[in-house]
């Protein structure tokens, strides 16, 4: 399991390069080609925006993987660690479950933009394509904050990262 989640992480890290990557080129050249007014890239805007999307929404996965997401650690100076245990636990069963609701939620938006056609402005790209974004990036987000609970409570006194 380790290693699928090593792996889960490398590929997730090295999309998200290649969308920061992407953006970042696209905007330079868009904006040195405008003030240089050599040429002007219309779409630079909407696929800059785009990538951000998805920047976010496979960032969450990453981010719960590694454990860094905003957490109150006062407690971790008062309480017992079987307590803070069980904390972690409904914790991250509230976490997942507001996650796969929304994945679901998120679905039904994919559903509907694939029924209804609807395609960019300057891309002409489905927009259902955007808007999966929402789902996997939830999806995956739960099944790593699954993950890291897991580690977390299961992990010797000297393990704990979190």
Known sequence: MEKFFAGLKKAEEILLVVLMVIMCVIIFVATVARFTNLFVIS??????????IWIIFLGIGVAAQNGEHFCVEALNLFLPKKVLNIISALDAVLVIAFNLVASYFGIM???KQMAGGQITPSLNWPMWIIYLAIPIG???????????TFKKVTAKDEEVEA
């Open 43 to 52: 779409w630079a805007e909407e696929l800059a925006r785009y990538c951000m």
């Open 109 to 111: 938006i994919v559903q």
């Open 138 to 148: 939830l999806v995956l987000m739960a099944v790593s904050y699954a993950y890291f």
